[in-house]
């Protein structure tokens, strides 16, 4: 099974939790022991290395002279043979590295239950259920703020926490880093917080980034850039651009539009009609 979302909607956060519900089940569901593999890279050795790792844990003998693709090999076969067992493969990045023949090798089948995470929509394969994780719903960004303050209510309602988790569009990493910071600071209201998103934008988010930044948190965020980015169309990417390069505390609309106006009639940039204000 493939779960695909955009960055920072919680794909990995998802599957760990599922991982260790799967570890800590008694009975076991998966015997033979729950796996996780980072799948960033298209190198197939990046891939090989990460599972060479489990060889200690499944009682595969290999010294650090061993060569990584042979071990594994041998853990491939000890997981496709063995017990049932789960592997994570978090991150998968697309269709081709998913076809990719010497990377594909080395994946386990038979008794190995593999499940991904990708922000791939498709695959390229008819075999693998793709399954969209969206924003967070409001009851489960409700419990997710909870579990670091128990002044939020989990029952829905026209509130602060409601605002809040509006604001950040349902991301999970968002809301992560703002339950992290309101848990370490139990002093600052939620209402005082919203007035500070209010007014300081994302000055206020940066702020709460410096303390209270969780593992990968910058890597993640990435993602949720560059998702946004390629969503937009030509001339709204470009806007983009010229913006990072302009002085950051007053980029000026009538810039912008200036500068997409001259790309545009240079033929930088395909669109209908000039950028116009306010659009």
Known sequence: VAVFASGGVGKSSLALEFAWDCFASSPSRFPGGVFWCDCRGRDVTGLAGGLANFAGALGIEADESADPLTTARQV????????????????????????????????????????????AENL??????MVRLDRLSMADAR??????????????????????INWFGGLAIGLTV???????????SWDAYWKSLREKK???VRGTEDLAAPA??????????????????QPEQQALLYASILPGDDVSDRWLIELLTDDLAAGKIRGNTPPGYPS
């Open 124 to 129: 390229g394969d008819h075999r693998i259920p």
């Open 76 to 119: 491939r076969d000890r997981l496709m043979l063995g017990p049932p067992s789960l592997l994570v493969l978090d991150n998968v990045v697309d269709s081709e590295q998913w076809k990719i023949k010497d990377w594909n090798e080395f994946l386990p089948g038979g008794n190995c239950y593999r499940l991904l995470t990708t922000r």
């Open 216 to 233: 990968d948190y910058s890597s993640r965020v990435d993602a949720v850039i560059d998702d946004l980015f390629r969503s937009q169309s």
């Open 178 to 188: 703002v339950g992290i910071y309101l848990g370490i600071n139990p002093t600052l």
């Open 143 to 164: 419990e997710l703020l909870h579990a670091y303050r128990d002044d939020v209510s989990l029952e829905d309602k026209d509130d602060t926490v409601r605002a809040i």
């Open 202 to 204: 994302l000055d206020a």
